[in-house]
């Protein structure tokens, strides 16, 4: 028995990539600030982290497949964050 799989929204899957790209991006800034030992950074970083991700985890819980867009988005930011992080380090 194949389960049903709802239909997929594109609206919700660009916005489930995008918010996880950004959240994504904002767990690499809060890992940085924690390595950085800077609280205040850390902490701000970590509240916003956990804003943003509310949104994919629940569009997802409505429909399992979006969490492939997640997936996506998570790899978009975590990718891009890096690749900031190393153009921003001193020479």
């Not at 049903?4 to 959240?23: D, E, F, S």
């Not at 943003?52 to 990718?79: D, E, H, M, P, R």
Request: glycine content about 4%.
């Amino acid at each position: 028995m194949v389960p049903h799989v709802a239909p997929i929204t594109p609206a919700v899957a660009i916005a489930v990539v995008l918010a996880t790209a950004v959240t994504d991006a904002v767990y690499v800034f809060f890992s940085a600030s924690v390595a950085g030992k800077r609280r205040f950074a850390a902490a701000n970083w970590s509240a916003l982290w956990y804003l943003l991700s509310s949104f994919a985890v629940i569009s997802y819980t409505q429909n399992w497949f979006y969490v492939c867009f997640a997936a996506l988005g998570s790899w978009i930011g975590a990718y891009a964050s890096m690749t900031l992080l190393r153009e921003r380090r001193p020479s």
